[in-house]
């Protein structure tokens, strides 16, 4: 074991997930601490929209820790007002949207679940509806809203009048009553494996909410923000929900988090609710408006569609893959046999990271500025371990 790894082994809780220390990055490369380069192609986990140290984000940041960086909640910023109503823009949630800011995905979605208690307890109603294969946090709230065991189990009970509904129709509307309060859905379910929902799925979930009174809240955490070649991917499904959910690609890189309300669903939050003291920092909130509004100036989400499709493309032909999923860049690449663990080891060791959610699923969220190089340095990359893996397969596991 290296001394870094002693060192993590040693002050770090024991949770996982440490495959190298890195020390520093440019565009969409990384450098370990032994100076070994690698293509990031995972992006901090759908987070670096603009890749490492891009001169917008790093003039943000400096200006604004020069300037002014916590006020608390008690207090608002000029960076704070103008983030919110970009958000409000960016979402058409027309004038009666509102924004809260907050420092995670996860906060999100905590503050996401009590706006569907407030809005359930006008009626007494309490149940909320999430889907097979979510992912919505790691905190009590988030977590009792995630159906995973591994995850959910060791820290059971969880928050009661949750329920699972299967990804079809037919379920969704078997699971509809009125006791249901909201409904909680990923449009593109990241930690599952890129899995898109069925067609009609979203739209069916919109009629079925108004129906029974009930919140379409969509967790975006992932999707938002451009990821999907879209603001956010609600957007594809020509609906509006009640709320949407968001963090990751939001700061560039920075903590930051916010939840989106629409129309009566403004409305449910009062003084007293809900706070946060470092939610929507000055800091956050102004490297938030630098990042999004880069992105909107330079175009990006044109080359987040075209390099999408490019990449879908592209690794058809490559061994061992069988398809792809996703949006935008957004993507999640099947394989024949469940070797995706040894795929994002072999693609370690060769200088790419790229991410195995489930044993058959290699996720890939690189930077919206990719261009032909990254594109091709990936291509590469990845096919050489791809073929790295198939070659230690026996011909009855290598598909024909």
Known sequence: MSDWQNDASRDLMGLGGRLALLTRGEGSHVWDADGTRYLDFLGGIAVNCLGHAHPVFVEAVSEQAATLTHISNYFASPAQLELAARLKRLAGTGEQGRVFLANSGTEANEMAFKLARLHGNKSGRSTVLVLEGAFHGRTMGALSLTPKAIYRDPFQPAVP?????????????????????????????????????????????????????????????????????????????????????????????????????????????????????????????????????????????????????????????????????????????TLSQPV?????????????????????????????????????????????????????????????
């Open 340 to 400: 995706a663990a040894a795929v994002r080891e072999a693609a370690q060791e060769r200088g790419l990271i790229v991410n195995a959610p489930t044993e058959d699923t290699i996720r890939i969220a690189p930077a919206y500025t990719i261009g032909d190089a990254e594109v091709a340095e990936f291509l590469d990359l990845f096919g050489q371990a791809l073929g790295a893996v198939a070659s230690t397969l026996t011909p009855t596991e290598t598909p024909a």
């Open 161 to 333: 009048d949750v329920r699972t509904v299967a990804h079809s129709i037919e379920s969704l509307e078997a699971s509809f009553d009125d006791s249901v309060a909201a409904i909680f859905i990923e449009p593109i379910q990241g930690e599952a494996g890129v899995i898109e929902l069925p067609e009609g799925f979203l739209q069916r979930a919109r009629e079925l909410a108004t129906q029974h009174d009930a919140l379409l809240i969509l967790d975006e955490v992932q999707t938002g923000s451009g990821r999907t070649g879209v603001w956010f991917a609600f957007q594809r499904f020509g609906i509006t929900p009640d709320a949407i959910t968001l963090a990751k690609s939001i700061g560039g890189g920075f903590p930051l988090g916010a939840m989106i309300t629409f129309g009566a669903a403004s409305d449910l939050f009062y003084p007293g609710t809900h706070n946060s003291t470092f939610g929507g920092n000055p800091l956050a909130s102004a490297v938030a408006n630098a990042v999004l509004g880069h992105i909107e100036d330079e175009d990006l989400l044109a080359n987040v569609n075209a390099r999408g499709a490019e990449l879908r493309t592209a690794v058809e032909g490559l061994p061992l893959v069988t398809g792809t999923r996703g949006a935008g860049l957004l993507i999640g690449i």
